[in-house]
């Protein structure tokens, strides 16, 4: 129907209206893009910011209320200072704008018609509330006080306070539900500052996550190990009580998030790699090396592995184009590669066939980029580049781009009137539905 090509989209666009706002890489620079849904036309662009959230989690525009919210630069010389942004969806002008600029920690949430974040500053980490038609802010009553950030689903918080264990938390409303030390989850030297990745599962009223190992001192040593150190745990959303752990190199991260179309059985699938299996540093180049690894399916409830299949070795390869080599076909199945090939498994029942020919499948690719040209502190360090999530596109099973030749899966993208509208290599793009 249309093609918006003059953007590089990051993530899919969320319906506003008639519109669709998306966020994307204009002449290098990361922009907020509103859309005419109808048309493709740019009713409105704006230079955005990450903050100060972790790298890597992606930037997903934020609607509440009608209207867009986003972190705008306010400083050329530092990616860390914002002002949080309610923007009219139809015109791009500010509705309200917090009236200092801050460091923010983490993307602006619905909580209410309220855009709840954390914000660093001089007393610490805190959470606040900014009402998006006046721009006032609120001290948020659950994470007063609290240096938390959303971690995953469900409300559910890292809280990290000066000389105490790390804790994890649920926020229900403006009330700590529960909360309990990240240890007694996953055991001693974990924390989510080395990476996190939670999924929940309504049905089993299960939080189901991977968080990462201190490994610095074999990053110091130039490979970080695969085989060991690799957990993933069940956690009752309700109580916020272990119902399970997988030990021995077990972890949702091969997978990229994008790939995860839930609610499907795209969710419970995890990889599990052999002792030897690990990561070689060079630079900024990271090679698996001596591996072994295979996919599985999982029961949410208990953790029990359901199904599992070997995949190729994929020793010699970087270990984010492999991680970036699983492509999802239709709802419940995905394309990776096997010893002898690429195959199509069947994520509920763990069978697996050959790939057809002409096979249409959705594959991610990970942006870097520069944000307003300013700098921004990566593990104390200074640096001019960001990794602000993951592009999503249509291609064939062997990850090559692709147009888009049938139905785009109905989890991707934004419907609104009769507009479906998705991102793909070719941009970000509209068609009719009906």
Known sequence: MWTQADFTPLGQPVAVGPRVVVYGLKAGVLSIEVLDAGTGRVVWSRPASPGDAAPGVNLDPTVIG??????????TSSLDDVRVVAADPATGKDIAVTPVVLEVGERPEDCGNLACF?????????????DVHTG?????PARLALAARTIGPEGLLS???DGKPEQLARQVGTKIAWTTPLSAIFGA???TNFGWE??????QKVLVGTVGADQSVERAKGAVPLGVGSEMAGINVTTGARLWLQTGGVDYFCLAPDVFTGPSSLEAVRCRWAASSKVVLNGSTTTIENATVSLEGFDPATGRTTWSVALKNPSGTSYQDWTQSFEVVGEDSLVANGPSGPVLIDTDSGATTTVKAG???TCTRQIITAIVGGNHRIEGKSSNSYITGNAVFSCRPNGTASALTGRWPSWAGAVTGHVHVVTTNAGVQGYRTG
């Open 198 to 203: 939670f999924h929940a599962f309504d049905q």
């Open 136 to 140: 006032k802010l609120t001290p948020d």
């Open 189 to 191: 030297g974990y924390s």
């Open 359 to 361: 096979t249409q499948a």
């Open 118 to 130: 954390t914000v660093v500053g001089v007393s610490g980490v805190h959470g606040v509330r900014m």
């Open 159 to 161: 809280i990290q306070e």
């Open 66 to 75: 009608g209207t867009v919210v986003y972190l705008r630069p306010a400083s």
